[in-house]
């Protein structure tokens, strides 16, 4: 009888962003605009050494999170709260 592989094991690592991402918050709440270049030459100032592309993922990532919020209440009214009528079928009563 042969015995399954074992399942492949996944390591989670640091990204090199992860000690900048306060940084990034703020400057987005001063500058909601600011582009990944003048993010990412901020950064390097804070020691940053990764590239661009990382910079530019992340705020991809973040403005995806943040298109996809939506506020909305969904509104459930409970019974006899609402009445609804279908004014196609109701007819006058002739006097």
Same mark, same amino acid.
């Given at each position: 009888m042969q015995t +399954?592989? +074992?399942? +492949?094991?996944? *390591? !989670? *690592? =640091?990204s090199k962003l992860d000690p900048f991402k306060p940084a990034i918050s703020q400057l987005l709440e001063r500058d =909601? !605009? =600011?582009p990944a270049t003048v993010i990412a030459e901020h950064l390097r100032t804070l020691g940053f050494e /990764? /590239?661009? !592309?990382?910079?530019?993922?992340?705020?991809? =990532?973040?403005? !995806? %999170?943040? *298109?996809?919020r939506r506020a909305y209440v969904r509104m459930e009214p409970g019974p006899g %709260? *609402?009445? %609804?009528?279908d004014w196609g079928t109701l007819r006058r009563a002739c006097l």
């Open positions: +399954p592989a +074992p399942p +492949p094991t996944h *390591r !989670t *690592r =640091a =909601a !605009t =600011a /990764g /590239g661009i !592309t990382i910079v530019k993922d992340y705020l991809q =990532a973040l403005c !995806t %999170e943040a *298109r996809n %709260e *609402r009445f %609804e009528v």
